[in-house]
């Protein structure tokens, strides 16, 4: 399986939630997710039809040809002509998971000779716009991340839950804890 930007999203907030998505357990309706934000945001941003475009990117993480790793990007919102990825959420507080995703975009964008200058994290809920860049040091970071969430899919055992206060508002909730508070 590839890494994606949802894996390193997750990764972000629990290893186990890697493991599960990786594994093919899905907990939340993700096209009905995925149509909301789509929703959110043209409604957000209408000028998005004229200049924005989607596109989805793969490669190889470089230096990984003895335990090759495939990464593959769906971006809903690119300008092609500036350079630069617009994400949209929903959600009504800023996390690091979000700028984690769009760094992994200009990742496999700039793996691909595409330009890629920075991102913009929308919010409209919260009405602010986070710029996201992706320095050196953040590229090191990114590539580090990407081999964790390898590893962590390739192993055979799913991890250990994390303390159950910081699970409330995880689509797994209900997978993991069940039956068990
Ligand atoms: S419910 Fe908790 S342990 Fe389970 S996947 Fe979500 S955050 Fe991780």
């Given amino acids: 399986m590839p890494i994606t930007a949802t894996l390193i999203n997750y990764l972000m907030l629990c290893r186990r939630k890697v493991w599960l998505h990786a594994n093919g357990i899905r907990m ?7 149509a909301e934000g ?10 998005r039809a004229e200049r924005w475009t ?16 495939e990464l593959a990007a769906k971006i809903d919102f690119f300008d092609p002509h500036l350079g630069i990825v617009h994400e949209v959420k929903k959600s009504v507080a800023k996390e690091q998971a979000h700028i984690a995703q769009v760094q992994f975009y200009l990742y496999v964008l700039r793996l691909n000779g595409i330009k890629a200058e920075y991102g913009l994290i929308e919010y409209p809920k919260l009405r602010i716009t986070e710029r996201v860049s992706l320095t050196t ?5 990114l590539e580090s991340q990407i081999r964790k969430a390898h590893a962590l899919v390739q192993q055979e055992t799913c991890p250990e839950r994390l303390p159950v206060s910081q699970c409330r ?6 997978f993991c804890w069940v039956g068990e508070e």
């Fill in 28 to 34: 939340e309706h993700t096209s009905e997710v995925v």
């Fill in 38 to 47: 789509r929703l959110i945001g043209v409604e957000s941003y209408p000028q």
């Fill in 54 to 69: 989607e596109i989805e990117v793969s490669g190889m993480l470089p230096y990984s040809a003895d335990t090759p790793i």
């Fill in 137 to 141: 040091d953040d590229q090191q970071q």
């Fill in 169 to 174: 508002s995880c689509s797994f909730f209900e």
